[in-house]
């Protein structure tokens, strides 16, 4: 796209505006701070449980350590910006690093459906083929999928960066919570539509590309688990399936109000959008842990071992 005779103004650093019309600061950065804090603990505690039992050392767990790591990732990308500016008072960002965490939040917005994504395949195997499981997705094959996922999530992502960068900016206030990409087109001096509807192809890509691959998994698994005979054998599966399933509603129907249904004609105002993003970041990231930590019979046993050695005896 051909920008023509638009010149812009060198900036150095942008100023975080998105909390101006906000009425208690303080009260909202410490809320976000304090879900924050949890986020990380919880999500470190899953994946100590996990590294330090070596009988958890399976592509399922391999695979819920993973998405913990995913969920320190994307809370980690925006929390601490919006909690300096909210209790610290600091709006300012500099450039670079509103670059980086452009990218590391979008990185952890894409890995967030990959993860699931594989998760739900990982149990479509294990269903569909109980007996061949362990042969056919081994730790390394989990490992190398991973990694694999990490690269092409690396990849997409990194259009982001690469559109804006290059740009002329106008604007050194951000009317956004913290750097994302919409935030940054904003704030040059050209029409945002083109890069906006660049953009929105690519998401739509991910999201419904990811989101019809769980679904055709579950539907998969429900004929499987028709199939079975055992109702211990259907109570197993449908117990692991429905620990998954709270966490793909927990990330795709936020991520559907904010970019399906807002292109479809629905209006938000900034301030919807703006808590509509910080819970689209915090509500997953907060529930996954707890989701395998409660539902997950292995990783809830090591807790309540660990709990019943630490409760002092009578």
Known sequence: MSLGNVSGKIIHQFVIGGFDTLDRPLTVGIVIL???LLVMLSNLANICFILHDKRLHKPMYLLICNLAVV???YSSSACPTMIGVLVAGDKAIAYVSCFIQMFVFHLGGVMEMFA???MAFDRLIAISNPLRYQSILTNVRTLVLTGALWLVACAFVAVMPATVLSLPYCHSTLKYTFCDYAALVRATCV???YYFNMITIITFFLLFGTFCSICL?????????????SKNDKRKMYSTCFSHLIVVVCYYVPLFVRIVLTRLGVVLTLEERHGLMIGAILGP????PFVYCFR?????NKMLKMFNKVAPTE
């Open 217 to 229: 998994s579950y539907i998969w698994i429900i004929f499987a688990m028709v199939k079975m005979s």
């Open 191 to 193: 029409n945002p539509s």
């Open 285 to 288: 990231s907060l529930v996954n």
């Open 296 to 300: 997950t019979k292995e990783i809830k």
């Open 34 to 36: 304090c879900i924050y």
């Open 116 to 118: 699931i994504s594989v």
């Open 71 to 73: 969920d320190m990732l």
